[in-house]
């Protein structure tokens, strides 16, 4: 993945990014760390198109994040899983497949069906999000987002609402994906997911990227503010 | 003999004839005797007025979802003239005794636009006051649809067409369900109002029939157990569909 950032800025009531510019390229999967309120959340949904930064520009394998092209090629995962509560696990992926992707209702079906077998759901399939666990919701969330054949798959701290066993069992359905071709873009508070998972890594720290770099930024950090994350969360 | 005290369908019994027990001490006490025979051939009457009370709650669930709907689109309207508009007119309904307003709507302001039309004024009158009830009702469904779950539609790329009628309207029909039936259940009391514009509802056929059979203890128990015969089941059903739909 081919991420370029030139003096992205993005202003709520605060500035929530200040600044920021990056050019990496080549990496699989990258993740995004730093404290709650540091600006992960708001880069990740400025990098998939959901939302249109106030000043400055990103580009994303050198398309425009705004985009409708750039936009297609996303599978996005959030931090609660965000399935339709009114339909089933298969129905929340067959409905996006045949309205916004034009799938014929025996395609969806069946690409339904494999997805949610690779994330070992086939006996959940027909159950509402409210009967199955935190941790089969966010894996059929993930099978969803993968569902629609994206080239890249953004997950928004897809394990913040799960236990300890629930986190374990989604990132390992996660790893269990890298396979595919996927490339990743993740925020995550698991650093030992980081460390197996990702081969680069974005710190963020006020709305600013302090430091980025491969994993081993993480044993090594340069800066003070990477040094105190990296104690606080160990 | 303690876990058939523990038992539900017991505690049932019990209330019921509890329930029954305090009837007939009520009807025992009663200075008329009480007799089924005299009110016997005006069945047809009541049946008729059943029918009757059942037709205009209808009618009026019907209106005040309409006008409700409409209500909630001007209260979130961003003409601040419409938001203020609602809110006066929540405020005077929510302090308005039903009765009141049935008279007003039938005696003041119908003539005022000309119509004298006292059962169209009658059901008017119930439409206006649950209205502002019905705007809450939509108001707070479709609040209960997070901002998350917009956030996922967008990310799909859902058009504004496909987002209500795949994803929220089905939604906002499930929890809508349960506090409209409430509703209705509360529109077929308050219907009983209507008799003070000789409306043909329960109430008014009921003193009708008493007035021409003397069996007061008669008419208002039976009157009685006919709006239980619909509000009961009504509220059961409201809170079966509450357990089978709920999100």
């Known amino acids: 993945m081919k991420i370029e950032l030139s003096n992205l800025t993005h202003i709520y009531d605060r500035v929530v990014i200040d600044d920021c510019t990056l ?4 990496y699989q999967s ?9 600006g992960k959340s708001t880069l990740v949904r400025i990098l998939s198109g959901l939302e249109a930064p106030t000043m400055g520009t990103a580009k994303v394998n050198g398309l425009e994040v705004h985009s409708e092209e750039h936009k297609k090629k996303i599978g996005f995962v959030f931090q609660k899983h965000n399935l339709f509560p009114h339909l089933t696990l298969k129905e929340n992926i067959t409905l996006v497949l045949e ?6 209702k025996a395609e969806a079906q069946e690409k339904a069906t494999f997805y949610l077998d690779l994330l070992h759901l086939q006996n959940q399939a027909n159950k509402l999000p409210k009967h199955v666990s935190g941790g089969e919701a966010q894996r059929a969330s993930l099978a969803r987002a993968l569902s629609i054949d994206p080239d890249f798959i953004f997950l928004d701290e897809p394990t913040s609402s799960l236990d300890p066993i629930l986190t374990d069992e989604v990132l390992k359905a996660v790893e269990e994906l890298k396979g595919l071709g996927k490339e990743f873009l993740f925020i995550t508070h698991v650093m030992s ?3 197996d998972f990702a081969d680069y890594v974005i710190y963020m720290d006020q709305g600013v990227i302090k430091e980025h770099g491969e994993p081993s930024i993480l044993t090594n950090p340069k800066t003070q503010s990477l040094k105190e994350f990296m104690e606080k969360v160990r | 003999m303690s876990s058939i005290f523990k038992s539900k369908a017991f505690a049932y019994v019990l209330a019921l004839l509890t329930l029954l027990a305090f009837l007939a001490f009520i009807i025992l006490r009663q200075r008329s005797g009480f007799e089924l025979d005299v009110v016997k051939p005006y069945t047809s009457m009541w049946v008729s007025a059943f029918f009757k009370t059942i037709f205009i709650s209808l009618i009026t669930l019907a209106g005040s979802l309409v006008l409700g709907f409409i209500f909630y689109l001007l209260s979130i309207s961003k003409i601040k003239y419409f938001n203020a508009l609602i809110d006066l007119f929540t405020e005077v309904v929510y302090g308005t005794p039903l009765l009141v307003m049935v008279v007003v709507t039938a005696f003041l302001i119908g003539p005022a636009f000309g119509s004298y039309n006292r059962n169209v004024l009658g059901v ?3 439409i206006f006051y649950m209205s502002p009830f019905m705007k809450n009702i939509f108001k707070s469904a479709i609040l209960s649809i ?7 539609m967008e990310a799909f790329g859902f058009t ?6 795949y994803i929220i309207l089905p939604q906002v029909i499930r929890i809508l369900m349960p506090p409209l039936m409430n509703n209705l259940s509360l529109i077929i009391k308050g219907s009983a109002l209507l008799n003070v514009l000789s409306y043909e509802e329960l109430f008014y056929a009921t003193v009708v029939i008493q007035s021409k059979t003397y069996a007061f203890v008669e008419g208002y128990l039976i009157m009685w157990a006919l709006y239980l015969v619909i509000t009961i089941p009504l509220s059961n059903f409201a809170k079966l569909i509450e357990r089978k739909w709920a999100l």
């Open chain 1, 23 to 26: 050019d990496i390229d080549g």
């Open chain 1, 30 to 38: 990258i993740a995004v760390i730093g404290v709650s309120g540091s």
């Open chain 1, 99 to 104: 309205k916004t992707r034009d799938y014929s």
């Open chain 1, 193 to 195: 997911f980081v460390k």
């Open chain 2, 124 to 126: 008017l009158a119930l």
């Open chain 2, 146 to 152: 997070d901002e998350e779950q917009y956030l996922a």
């Open chain 2, 160 to 165: 504004t067409y496909q987002k209500y009628r």
